[in-house]
């Protein structure tokens, strides 16, 4: 057997709990570091000093959109049960003021961690190639995720490579 093979068959092993949250957060913050890097390389909106900035700024993101979906959440729960366009009107007001405020928060503590090593250009002071930014890491990660739900339907193990 080969040396690829070994480290294969004991991946192949159901993940614990905390691999899983390895994974998962690895991959999002991977695909965050892509976009951010390809964002820099090809759109002049947005501009990256190093390497290390752009990881620095796919970790404290991460970490932001993650507080994020939990304070939707959270402030979720008093529509929960109720009825009524005024009740889904209410939600659907919540939900977007916290995505949109959350988005000006996440470009205030970039520029306040990183300061001139990460840019952002454009209408509304970056706001908007910011808000794109993050869009299109949203996209990538639920891609991702989509594709390794994929990878794991129908197979048996590492017999089926």
């Known amino acids: 057997m080969k040396a690829h093979h070994t480290v294969a068959q004991a991946s ?3 993940p614990q709990l905390r ?5 998962r957060y690895y991959v999002a913050i991977s695909a965050d570091l892509i976009v951010l890097g390809l964002l820099s390389q090809y759109w002049s909106q947005v501009s990256i000093a190093n390497f290390s900035s752009g990881l620095i700024a796919a970790v404290l993101l ?26 889904l009107a209410a939600r659907l ?5 916290i995505l949109f405020v959350s988005k000006l ?6 520029g306040w961690v990183l300061g001139d090593d ?8 970056g ?5 794109v ?17 994929w990878l794991g339907k129908g197979t048996t193990g590492i017999s089926d490579v």
């Open 19 to 23: 691999q899983r949250i390895f994974i």
């Open 127 to 131: 706001a908007l190639a910011f808000i």
């Open 62 to 87: 991460q970490l932001m959109l993650q507080i994020t979906v939990v304070s939707e959440h959270y402030a979720a729960k008093p529509f929960t049960g109720k009825t009524g366009f005024i009740w």
């Open 12 to 14: 192949s092993e159901t």
């Open 133 to 149: 930014t993050v869009i299109a890491m949203v996209v990538l990660e639920m891609l991702m995720f989509s594709l390794y739900g």
């Open 118 to 125: 990460i840019i952002f250009l454009g209408a509304v002071h």
């Open 105 to 110: 928060i996440m470009l205030w503590a970039v």
């Open 93 to 97: 007001f919540t939900t977007w003021l």
